[in-house]
């Protein structure tokens, strides 16, 4: 079902337990957040980069310190990239109307779950603690 509104055009996911409303706000919400960490994933590789080499003019615990700087800023990079690979796949189980239905058990994710993780593959029984 395509809603428009504003000249944007909307799919909504046909779950009769959220009310169109709700599942229109996540589709925008998504997508944004989409928007969002694609830029961050590209402004955050600048920090990937690796620090000056051993040879250079900074001392052994500042070098220490850019090494820290690096692994964290790899790990960050990593956390954008899991978080943008499940926002796109939740966009594309809205596109082929499974959205809101756990991977893992058939049975509907809880709306609150949802509305406060609209990445969530799985309900709150399957997944991890």
Do not use: N, W
Not at 26 to 55: F, N, Q
Not at 103 to 116: F, K, M, N, S, Y
């Amino acid at each position: 079902m395509l809603l428009q509104s504003a000249g944007h055009v909307f799919r909504v996911m046909l779950d009769p337990a959220m009310d169109i409303d709700t599942q229109v706000e996540l589709e925008i919400r998504i997508g944004e957040e989409i928007e969002t960490l694609e830029k961050e994933m590209v402004d955050g590789e600048e920090g990937t980069a690796p620090p000056e080499s051993l040879d250079g003019t900074i001392g052994r615990l500042s070098r220490q310190d850019s090494l820290m700087q690096q692994e964290l800023a790899k790990d960050a990079q990593r956390r954008r990239g899991l978080r943008l690979r499940l926002l796109k796949e939740a966009r594309e189980r809205m596109d082929g109307g499974t959205y809101g239905i756990c991977l893992g058990c058939g049975e509907e994710i809880e709306d609150a779950r949802l509305i406060e993780t609209p990445e969530a593959p799985l309900c709150s029984r399957c997944a991890p603690a």
